[in-house]
T-cell receptor, first 111, second 112 residues
Framework: EDQVTQSPEALRLQEGESSSLNCSYT??????LFWYRQDPGKGPEFLFT?????EEKEKERLKATLTKKESFLHITAPKPEDSATYLC????????????WGLGTSLAVNP | NAGVTQTPKFQVLKTGQSMTLQCAQD?????MYWYRQDPGMGLRLIYY???????DKGEVPNGYNVSRLNKREFSLRLESAAPSQTSVYFC???????????FGPGTRLLVL
């Protein structure tokens, strides 16, 4: 069964304390893996798309990496404004662009 | 560009009432989606429209109907609302040839 699992469910960091969020997936054929950020009361905001193992993308303090089984979202020296829920989704080849979503990691960064 | 817009932002219904959630996008996207988001359940696809004139069921279509009015607009209708339909509803769109779905701000629905 196609599945996306994110861990941890929740993470609390001190400002400046770097860490990583995990997204593991089991799908028959990966067309793309997506990271989104969601602030309370708002819709998901697109961050990154990764297509193949070994690929990396960066944006400010965030860096996303991809292997054949999982993706990591590395957060370097986080700030309080990085507090949000981070969602991972997978586009399974042949699924007519229907994404498989993880439940998200809720990140809180304390000043 | 406004991106993806949704109306209303918040709605309270009584069991059995009907309503239509509106979604519009100004990005000339081909495909549009309706999701619901519930605590502990994540985002679940209700219906999607791969192109104007076509609609298909997603993971949780029961109790909902959709209309792809034109390329810009995709509406979601609850014919007889039930408390189990209390949720946050998101509309999303994407352009053929790309893979990224862009989301609206959501509609928060409470069914009493």
């Amino acid at each position: 069964e196609d599945q996306v699992t994110q861990s941890p469910e929740a993470l609390r960091l001190q400002e400046g304390e770097s860490s990583s969020l995990n997204c593991s997936y089991t799908v028959s054929g990966l067309r793309g893996l997506f990271w989104y950020r969601q602030d309370p009361g708002k819709g998901p905001e697109f961050l990154f798309t990764l297509y193949s193992a070994g690929e990396e993308k960066e944006k400010e303090r965030l860096k996303a990496t991809l292997t054949k089984k999982e993706s990591f979202l590395h957060i370097t020296a986080p700030k309080p404004e990085d507090s949000a829920t981070y969602l991972c989704a997978v586009d399974n080849a042949g699924n007519n662009r229907k994404l498989i979503w993880g439940l998200g990691t809720s990140l809180a960064v304390n000043p | 560009n406004a991106g993806v817009t949704q109306t209303p932002k918040f709605q309270v219904l009584k069991t059995g009432q009907s309503m239509t959630l509106q979604c519009a996008q100004d990005m000339n996207h081909n495909s549009m989606y309706w999701y619901r988001q519930d605590p502990g359940m994540g985002l679940r696809l209700i219906y999607y429209s791969a192109s104007e004139g076509t609609t298909d069921k997603g993971e949780v279509p029961n109790g909902y109907n959709v209309s792809r009015l034109n390329k810009r607009e995709f509406s979601l209708r609850l014919e007889s609302a039930a408390p189990s339909q209390t949720s946050v509803y998101f509309c999303a769109s994407l352009i053929r040839g790309q893979e990224t779905q862009y989301f609206g701000p959501g509609t928060r629905l409470l069914v009493l």
